[in-house]
């Protein structure tokens, strides 16, 4: 399953969701996608919609809560923290790596990395509890009333939501400019140290189309 969010600039405001195929065939014209929400980014006029009051999985676009709740602690993105692998969670990143929590979010955002996004949910105060119950209390504030999170990855189905409550989602998320440029960088080199030679890491967007200036916040996401 595919799922995407993307804001385009002076357009309209998307939010797609489905549980089969996303895509816009241009020859056909027409949006192939289960659950869709389209709106206009001034007015709030609903364009287009498709079962956007139906509840389904919503994989990384978790990864944007995750990110807003750990911006609303006021965290220090340059604090160093140590990486550490959990089972399961796949990363590029290696064991032990002592990386910033900015570099944390940007990956975890642009390359929605899932062990980028444990860690930040573990080093938030109290712990990754904590994290996943200010994930959902902030989704309550938001009026998301059709919303669950269980982990700050999306991996696991019981992350749920609406394309109407995910437009919510977006309309927040819009307002940190953290979220707005991470979530919209092509790529970044993540410098691995090492005795003999200077190493990176090269890690990219997961949505290519925010090579072009039209894209102003984004997040994909995918359920096998």
Known sequence: MDLSIKLLKNVIKAVVISLVFI????AQNKILATNYLVQDIDTGEIIAEKNSLEIRSIASITKLMTAIVVLDANQDLDEIIKFKRDPGIKSKLPNGLAISRRHLMLLTLMSSDNGAAKTLAKHYPGGEYYAIKAMNDKALSL???N???????????DNTSTATDLVKLVNHAFLYPDIRNFSTQYAEKIKIPSKKKTQYINFKTTNYLVSTD?????KTGWIT
């Open 23 to 26: 895509s816009i065939a241009s």
């Open 143 to 145: 009026g998301m009333l």
């Open 147 to 157: 919303s669950n999170f269980t982990d700050p990855t999306g991996l696991y189905n």
């Open 214 to 218: 039209s894209i102003l916040l984004s």
